[in-house]
């Protein structure tokens, strides 16, 4: 038989754990499934979390599994890949969604929490990928402290990289600014000012691959040149970049949700507790924006899972007058 659920969470990042906390305090019945896939994998370490700065990622989420297992939340490994709603396009009480894992599992639930976050596409550079998350970074404020008053380097992407450099400019005065394949003309005349009001070095040509000695970056090199390595190579320890943000919304579009487009991609049209425009259906963290610290997340799990609590509560107090 189809087990049934108070609440299914896709998801068991920061985001998910949070909410599937909340809710398994709040006495409902709960399944997290989790693909085992974070964000924030690459990273040794995650700050600026009140009381977890420094903390591993991976020792966070462990801490997370084993607190929701106390109050009775089921965790699987498997991953959901369809969800239909009820057969006449209504949410019906006690019975709302079907939920299919890709083990061969169907649940049932009454309620949903979508947080599947994101995945980072970084730029085809050569080095870049192995190095991501150790000296190629995409957040100073993930990351800054800890490679402070280093030489800096930023990887332009898009004109939005201009505000990536300026912002590096904080944790470091050495700071140059590689172009790649970003044309001079599209910076505007507040960008060069900016740029030159932060000390930032605008250095034209595209970045051709990584220096690597000792397992450690130490150059960024320039296309062009007559040798076989290339043309000018720039002393760094630190490359800064943008990832293209690709959100994780395939579950969303299947049930309806309105997405709305942003710089960063598409995500969906959520109310202040994360409610989308699907009846019944919540998203938190990464889900709905590419700028959801772990810090975030955690609070938007919460946010969303109260929500549903009070929301599950009003519903059955309903039906019951209503008999």
């Known amino acids: 038989m189809t087990e049934k659920y108070a609440v299914v969470v896709v998801g068991g990042g920061a985001a998910g754990l949070s909410a599937a906390l909340v809710l398994g305090r709040a006495r409902q019945r709960t399944l997290v499934v989790d693909a085992g896939e974070p964000r924030n994998a690459p990273a040794a370490h995650l700050q600026g979390f009140l009381t977890r700065d420094g903390m591993p990622p991976a020792e966070f989420l462990a801490i997370g599994r084993e607190e929701i297992a106390r109050y009775g939340v089921e965790l699987v490994r498997d991953r959901v890949v369809e969800v239909e709603r009820g057969r006449d396009g209504t949410v019906e009480r006690g019975d709302d969604f079907a939920v299919v894992l890709a083990g061969g599992r169907t649940v049932r639930a009454r309620r949903l929490v979508v947080a599947t976050g994101l995945r980072d596409e970084l730029p085809a550079v050569p080095g870049l990928a192995e190095r991501f998350g150790r000296d190629v970074l995409h957040c100073p404020f993930c990351h800054g402290w800890e490679v402070r ?14 505000h990536q450099a300026l912002m590096v400019s904080q ?54 040149g007559t040798s076989s390595e290339g043309g000018t190579t720039h002393a760094r320890s630190v490359l800064f970049v943008a990832p293209h943000a690709v959100p994780q919304t395939g579950l969303l579009e299947q049930l309806g ?61 309903d039906a019951t007058a209503r008999v």
């Open 149 to 162: 008053d280093q030489p800096f380097g930023v990887l332009g992407t898009a004109p939005t990289s201009v």
């Open 257 to 317: 949700a309105e997405l709305h487009e942003t710089p960063f991609g598409a995500y969906p049209v959520v109310d202040a507790t994360g409610l989308t425009t699907v009846p019944g259906v919540w998203a938190a963290g990464n889900a709905i924006g590419f700028a959801e610290q772990v810090v975030h997340a955690a609070s938007g799990g919460y946010r969303a899972a109260s929500a549903i609590v009070a929301d599950l509560l009003m519903t059955d107090l």
């Open 171 to 224: 944790w470091s005065k050495d700071v140059r600014f590689f172009l790649h394949t970003v044309a001079e003309e599209e910076l505007s005349d507040e960008d060069l000012r900016r740029l030159a009001a932060a000390g930032v070095d605008v250095v034209p040509g595209e970045v051709a691959g990584l220096v690597i000695e000792d397992d450690r970056l130490t150059g960024v090199r320039l296309a062009g």
